[in-house]
């Protein structure tokens, strides 16, 4: 997983830099979104061949409500919070900021209602008794609310503060997929070495990638420190993402795998989210369409969020091997 992670990382940045460089029609940006189309066609065609039906022996019922309740809480805090700056703050983004707390209430009222019933809930809100659960969860909102909007602040950076092409963006991004790939090969080797210190190992590399990309950002934007910085950030991920899931899961029970593994996904897009829209914040805060130089500054600034968000999940981390370590002796 790792290792194709890595490669469609390479792929995607040249791929869209490529497609914005081309301007076919004069879409700009727009063009991007067509490197999905022949995926999710081979995803259509090569799902009939090769996914497998499997069926457990008492069917459940979809749980819609909660799905309902649970999106509706998630958008209630994440839209005002993308968009609210962009509007100045409308009464609307601070009602739905606020209406998200009884609706986050109502959704695990509701959940918890239902797994009394004997129901299937979406999430089993007693799952998060599990300190395990709690402690990797959490870490993993941070990890990935980290990568996806260093991502955004470093692309903005380069093209708008520093004036390059998207294309020249995207050959920055090279280096730290190939790096990436490397960390997952050498992910495994790791964690049977180290076990579960391995993450901590990469949340260190990754972190320390950030503190150089902290440094360039004040002092103007060196493109070879920023390279350095990727690659030590996509070295970092490589060892860290093939592992992370296996070390929640392994604070739950069997039965309870596939609830977790759906809170984990669940969790890494809403840390990403919540990433992006706090660095959005500062970075646009801070440039206000300014020159390049306030750009750096606000780079810098942004990734600041990025390492505090890092080094929180790094002492997670450290607690949860603490807490497995001692589930086994």
Same mark, same amino acid.
């Given at each position: 997983?790792?290792?194709?992670? +890595? ?26 979104? !067509? ?17 497998? #039906? ?20 998630? %958008?209630? &805090? ?7 700056? #962009?509007? *100045?703050?409308?009464?609307?983004? &601070?009602t739905g900021v606020l ?22 809930? &979406?999430?089993?809100?007693? @799952? !998060?008794?599990?300190?395990g659960v709690a402690i ?7 990890? !990935?609310?980290? @990568? ?7 692309? &903005? ?5 520093? +004036? ?8 920055? $991004? ?21 076990? *579960?210190?391995?993450?901590?190992? +990469?949340?260190? @590399? $990754?972190? $320390? ?29 490589g060892i860290i993402i ?13 039965? #309870? ?9 669940? %969790? ?5 989210? !919540? ?16 020159? +390049? ?37």
């Open positions: 997983m790792g290792a194709v992670q +890595g490669v469609a990382g390479a792929a995607s940045q040249l791929l869209g830099g490529g497609l914005m460089a081309l301007d076919i029609g004069n879409l700009d940006w727009r063009l991007i979104f !067509f490197v999905n189309l022949p995926i999710a066609a081979y995803a259509l065609i090569a799902g009939k061949w090769f996914i497998v #039906e499997t069926r457990d022996a008492a069917s459940a019922r979809l749980d819609l409500m909660g799905a309902l309740l649970g999106a509706s809480a998630l %958008t209630a &805090i994440l839209l005002p919070a993308m968009v609210g700056q #962009e509007q *100045h703050w409308p009464w609307w983004a &601070i209406s998200s707390v009884p609706l986050f209430v109502a959704f695990i009222t509701y959940e918890s209602r239902l797994m009394r019933r004997g129901g299937v809930p &979406i999430i089993d809100p007693s @799952i !998060f008794k599990n300190d990797g969860m959490s870490a993993s909102f941070l990890f !990935f609310s980290a @990568i996806s909007s260093f991502s955004l602040s470093l692309t &903005i950076f380069l093209q708008v503060g520093l +004036g390059q092409t998207p294309l020249q963006a995207a050959m920055l $991004f090279l280096p730290s997929t190939v790096a990436f790939f490397a960390g997952s090969l050498v992910s495994a080797s790791l964690a049977k070495q180290l076990r *579960h210190q391995a993450p901590t190992l +990469g949340m260190g @590399i $990754f972190g $320390f990638g950030l503190l150089i990309a902290v440094i360039d950002g004040f002092v103007g934007g060196e493109r070879w420190a920023l390279t350095i910085s990727v690659i030590l950030q996509g070295f970092g991920q093939p592992l992370l899931l296996n070390m929640v899961l392994s604070t739950v029970a069997n039965s #309870e795998a596939g609830m977790a593994s759906g809170v984990f996904s669940t %969790t890494q897009t809403a840390g990403s989210a !919540f990433g992006v829209t706090i660095v959005g914040v500062i970075l646009f805060g801070i440039s206000d369409g300014s020159g +390049g130089g306030v750009y750096g500054t606000a780079f810098a600034v942004a990734t600041l969020y990025n390492l505090v968000a890092v080094t929180l999940g790094l002492f997670l981390f450290r607690a949860l091997q603490r807490g497995n370590n001692g589930s086994r002796a």
